[in-house]
């Protein structure tokens, strides 16, 4: 069954484009399932019976796993599954008929227009950590891509002649990108880069202080730096600027497939979920400024 979970992980990646993060969710979530069946029920993964499979549900909630954790393990073993049963692998899907309580979904926090300007604001361009840390937010709210995307970004994937960025982290594609970040960008690469990387080979387009490429710890450092800099009271993290690119976007009348394609999702439910966030502040506006309500 390990060979089985090698192809599925092959699959997400070549043929769903599901991010690293996804997958490796994914994966660790039918490792977990593969230890509970080997060590507990004495079985294999091939072999395993709908009311085992319900049991080991039960046994994640015993555990204390939040609700969250055990919804996206039952989404990724019901996937799993299906894969094993299309692919021919196994003859049922013994996790079809779980069925879990339906936990709420928390909309994903954003900030308004004025808390992402006050943000872009903070990097000081006066020595070459700033002049990096402001092409790093300026292209990270530019194009709503992932911090894992950003930080796998490469010179040769911004082309700044025409605007735009290409994005093959996960799910591969061109984002085009607003003036502001261009500039940014291309005073970066002109005149801070050249100075910050240790080798000259470095393909890198973001390096931290020491010349190699930034990590996602770095990154994370400098967005909370940020965030207390600029005296913003929400919890800001690498994805609150992609919720709020998309978000942004929906208000000022984006089509919600053009959003999709930008996001990198590959499955349009999961973009959907702005149109609730951009409904909720139509509604809290709506609330505090009309006269009757």
Request: aromatic residues 8%; proline residues 4%; contains cysteine.
């Amino acid at each position: 069954m390990a060979d089985y979970i090698a192809q599925y992980e092959t699959y997400l990646l070549e043929v769903k484009h599901a991010s690293a993060n996804t997958v490796s969710s994914y994966i660790r979530d039918l490792r977990q399932l593969e230890k509970y069946v080997s060590d507990i029920l004495d079985t294999t993964l091939d072999q395993l019976m709908p009311d085992q499979m319900t049991g080991y549900f039960a046994w994640l909630t015993n555990a204390g796993k939040s609700n969250a954790t055990v919804t996206r393990s039952l989404a990724s073993v019901k996937g799993f599954y299906s894969f094993l049963v299309s692919s021919g692998c196994v003859e049922n899907n013994p996790a079809k008929g779980v069925h879990l309580a339906k936990v709420e979904k928390k909309l994903p926090q954003i900030l308004s227009g004025r808390e992402v300007e006050l943000l872009l604001e903070q990097p000081q361009c006066t020595d070459p950590k700033g002049f990096r840390d402001k092409a790093m937010l300026e292209l990270l709210y530019a194009t709503g891509i992932r911090v894992s995307e950003l930080i796998s970004l490469n010179v040769e994937d911004v082309n700044i002649p025409a605007g735009f960025i290409r994005c093959s982290g996960g799910k591969a594609r061109i984002i085009p990108l607003y003036p502001a970040a261009v500039r940014a960008i291309q005073t970066y690469l002109t005149q801070i880069r050249p100075s910050m990387i240790a080798d000259p080979a470095e393909p890198a387009l973001f390096v931290n202080l020491s010349g190699e490429r930034m990590s996602r710890q770095g990154f994370w450092k400098i967005i909370k730096h940020y965030q207390q800099t600029a005296n913003i009271q929400k919890d800001i993290t690498p994805h609150t600027l992609r919720h709020s690119f998309a978000a942004h976007l929906l208000e000022n009348g984006a089509d919600i497939r053009s959003i999709q394609e930008m996001l990198g999702h590959s499955d349009i439910s999961s973009t959907q979920i702005y149109t609730q966030i951009v409904k909720q502040n139509l509604k809290s506006v709506y609330n505090k400024f009309h006269p009757k309500a």
